[in-house]
């Protein structure tokens, strides 16, 4: 055996014997047991045993980024998220790429489709300037391609098209995939089935585990692709747990519903050990009838020492961005993005549209000529309770405000508004230095907000070489008169007091700071309505908005927690009728299959955040959620509030 591999852990160890063999393998692993540490290690044995060879490693959070970038930084090693590598894999084989995406868009049973009446041609795409783009929107009219189709063409690609599988192998000898069970089905698909139509030989590593996987398009576990024969993949399994105090990895056994128990590591210097002892740890269901979480917290401050305004070490985990905008300061901006009023009226009208065509319907006219208004007035759609739906909507004097901005305007533009609270709370960075990568969902109003927000945040604490570098007036210090100006500049926009956003917009051009540019003066033209909605807001509400997307607050949702640690996690349930979640069923271990499976993984990943400290609060438990808490928390630890 390779010497150095003796002093990696046991479970690596037995990673590089399926590497000897050939074999693709899987890591499975509770939370906290330590596996992107060990996709960390295999990382770098591989590197220094094979130091010719390439590696790609893909993953989700940013956490799991930055850990394996800060350290793993080799010119071999390429990490990205599993979109941008297939699309770094088969974006140069452009011929290929159109004749998939139109044999896709003729073919009626898939979700590719050109908007146009006939079928499509196969020189439909000759003519594009930059060829088949990969971006944030979708318009397959101009050759862009966007998230979910980009699945859809590689798995075609793949499937029928074996030389690039061939050439993949070829660049990349070892490809790991870090939390594996949220991967779309497609991908592995791609790398376990499709991969196997070209004779080169490659390896691929999974790591994750399939009680945490938390989103409806990942594939969930691999169990049909496991076995013990060679073209299987070998499943390894850990079952330390490095992070987590004895109490939470006992209540963390009990939430798995596989064979999976997890026991705490042997290793002295793991972080849930002192003194060579496993930590204790803390545990606590708090309950109250009238759902006030601010009780809750000074309960917390009060009695346990909580300390809500260390963020980095102490979150409130909410299920949803809607739960959190009112408490970290950002409904209003929300509320635009995410429940315009007439724009969802808009919506409503082209669902039926699109109901009546499904159903054979007698269509209603709509000529080039209507205004928005006179089709609203056509559909005469009404709610439940038999109201005209414009009435209702019209009884509120904002509202007039909003629907007049728009009645007037062809309805053929007006249908085209999109809204998505996407476009605000996306929290996945961009790279503003790579063209090729497709960042964050945000828009470019709000891309921009965070340019200028982030100038002053850098000023404010004193990082001034890379505010120099950030902001556009770099290039204008050349004397110290010059800087005087930039130091005053800076300071005056900081105090942004009552300011609009768009003041601040101004405000940071003139200065120099943030200079508008064609991105965002192109946004304003061609999203007049949602632009002007938002230039109104408050910019210190972007503000608190920056602060929550930047993990300065001290929230999150429970989705967006997974992969991180922290020393007090507070996970609030919310029964508020969800049709995806039950916490009540969850408790009881009842009801939909799909419904209590989806919320027992994310109550087990919320849970195993914690590495000191776990208080979950119930509003208005019934007394049979109480007998279940008090079994799983212990009598002394359920509280009502
Ligand atoms: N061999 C090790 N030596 C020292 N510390 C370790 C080791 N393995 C893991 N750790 C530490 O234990 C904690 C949990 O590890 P890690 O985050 O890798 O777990 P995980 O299995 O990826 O968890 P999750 O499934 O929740 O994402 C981290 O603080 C990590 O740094």
Redesign the pocket.
Known sequence: MVEERLNL?PEVQEIFQCIDNKRNFLLS??????????LVQVIRQVISENPTAKVACMTYTNAAVKEIEERVNHKNLNVSTIYDFLWDNIKHFQKELKSTIIALANDENTKISIDEDDSIPANYFDELEKGIQYKEFLKLKEGIISHDELLIIANHLFENYPKLSAIVKDKYQFIFIDEYQDTNSVVVEILLNHFKKSEKKNLIGFFG?AM?SIYDDGIGNLDQYKGNTADTVKELK?TQN??SPRKIINLANRLRTDDIIQEPST?K???NMLAGQVKEGNILFLHSHDGDISAVKQYLTANHKWNFDDSKETKELNLTHNLIADKAGFRTLMDIYDSDPVIGLKNDVLRKIKDNKKNNNPEIEISDNDSFDAVVDKFQLKNRQRQLKKDILLQNPINVELYNQLKDKPFSEVRKIYLSKDALIDDKKQDEDDENKKGSKRDNLIKHLFKIQSNIMLYQVGRYNEFLRATDYKDKIVNIAAKRILKDNIESLINVGDKTIEDVIYDANEKGICLVDDKLKDFKVKNEYLYNRVKEVQYSEFQKLYDYLEGKTPFSTQHKT??T?FENVLVILDNGGWNKYNFENMFLNTGTESVLERTQKIFYVCC??TKENLVVFYYNPSPQVIAKATEWFGQENVIPV
């Open positions: 852990e692993g509770g939370a906290g047991s330590g596996k992107t540490y060990s585990d945490q850990k490095r992070r290793d210097n793991a972080p997974k992969g640690e195993t955040r």
